[in-house]
């Protein structure tokens, strides 16, 4: 099991920017594909990015295409994720997931159930 920990999330104004971290624990995170998911009120979790263990290769919704880049540092086992342009419907709670079993270094999953391990989630508030 791997511990994940988000930080970065916060209150901005339309058209604003924010960049979330998700710091993991363990040795093996290099080997981990990872995720970026989030859950508006009254609504289900949406995967909003992933990227393979070595990172040339990343997902995105197509909310978010052209506005978030997802990126990871596997020295420093930590994933990031850059929100610029943020909409009022960015509005939701943030959650970074891990799937410790990727097909292989290229490789990234979009279903949910893949992911093994969850942060606690960030809130992140969009103003308009």
């Known amino acids: 099991q791997v511990q994940l920990v988000e930080s970065g999330g916060g209150l901005v104004q339309a058209g604003g920017s924010l960049r979330l971290s998700c710091a993991a624990s363990?040795?093996?995170?290099?080997?981990?594909?990872m995720g970026w998911i989030r859950q508006a009120p009254g609504k289900e979790r949406e995967l909003v990015a992933a990227i393979s263990w070595s990172g040339r290769m990343t997902y995105y919704a197509e909310s978010v295409k052209g506005r978030f880049t997802i990126s990871r540092d596997n020295g420093k086992n930590t994933v990031f994720l850059q929100m610029n342009s943020l909409k009022p419907e960015d509005t939701a709670v943030y959650y970074c997931?891990?799937?410790?079993?990727?097909?292989?270094?290229?490789?990234?999953?979009?279903?949910?159930?893949?992911?093994?391990?969850w942060g606690q989630g960030t809130q992140v508030t969009v103003s308009s």
């Open positions: 363990g040795r093996t995170f290099g080997t981990y594909a």
């Open positions: 997931a891990a799937d410790r079993e990727p097909y292989g270094s290229n490789s990234y999953t979009v279903a949910l159930r893949d992911y093994d391990d």
